[in-house]
């Protein structure tokens, strides 16, 4: 199995560009997380899916991101316009159906906006 | 609210010292509990889980956990620590069947060699 997978790895922006991250869960699992990690804050939840609805969006920090599932194999997460303060590594996990699961996270997207 | 607890920020230990790192939760319901390690430069990773049974669970490189119930705690132990220990720890909680992970701050390990 090819674990989660993210691209792009790294991303360096200039502020105001439109960036997006992008996810393939592993095959099978149909819970999906985005989540942003810094220095200051730690890990956190943005959004989850769970059969590509999305169930809970409340960690996402304004209304410059958004994120979709348009099917069992692929998610994005958009930034538009990007800020500096959006720098952080975005990681990407997933889990199975059953609820309660263990997640199995991507290598993140390091995101730079300058 | 929904939270868990970890008591250490940072923690320095030579090599072949003990380990153990405090994790509390505040969650209603049944819960499954996690330990996450995150590498330097890696993502995280499972290291253990509780999920039912045997309170004292085994993970991967001679961690373990014990699930306390009456002081919500699923505290990391390991006897003694490698260099190779060093990376930053998670404690995570998930209401059983659910699908919302909540997540500790970390706490960040340094072993000295």
């Known amino acids: 199995d090819a674990g989660v997978i993210q691209s792009p790895r790294h991303e360096v922006t200039e502020m105001g560009q439109e960036v997006t991250l992008r996810c393939k869960p592993i095959?099978?699992?149909?819970?999906l997380f985005w989540y942003r990690q810094t220095m200051m804050r730690g890990l956190e939840l943005l959004i989850y899916?769970?059969?590509?609805?999305?169930?809970?969006d409340s960690g996402m920090p304004e209304d410059r991101f958004s994120a979709k599932m348009p099917n069992a194999s692929f998610s994005t997460l958009k930034i538009q316009p990007s800020e500096p303060r959006d720098s952080a590594v975005y990681f990407c996990?997933?889990?199975?159906?059953?609820?309660?699961?263990?997640?199995?996270f991507g290598p993140g997207t390091r995101l730079l906006v300058l | 609210a929904q939270s868990v607890s970890q008591h250490n920020h940072h923690v320095i230990l030579s090599e072949a010292a003990s380990l153990e790192l405090g994790c509390n939760y505040s969650?209603?319901?049944?819960?499954?509990l996690f330990w996450y390690v995150q590498y330097p430069g890696q993502h995280l990773q499972l290291l253990l889980k509780?999920?039912?049974?045997?309170?004292l669970v085994k993970g991967i490189k001679g961690f373990e956990a014990e699930f306390i119930k009456s002081k919500f705690s699923f505290n990391l132990r390991k006897p003694s620590v490698q260099w190779s220990d060093t990376a930053e720890y998670f404690c995570?909680?998930?209401?059983?069947?659910?699908?919302?992970?909540?997540f500790g701050a970390g706490t960040r390990l340094f072993v000295k060699a």
């Open positions: 996990a997933s889990s199975s159906q059953t609820g309660g699961e263990t997640q199995y």
């Open positions: 095959s099978g699992h149909n819970s």
């Open positions: 899916f769970n059969n590509n609805v999305p169930i809970d």
């Open positions: 969650y209603g319901g049944t819960v499954n």
């Open positions: 509780y999920f039912s049974g045997d309170p």
């Open positions: 995570a909680v998930t209401n059983t069947g659910g699908f919302k992970t909540i």
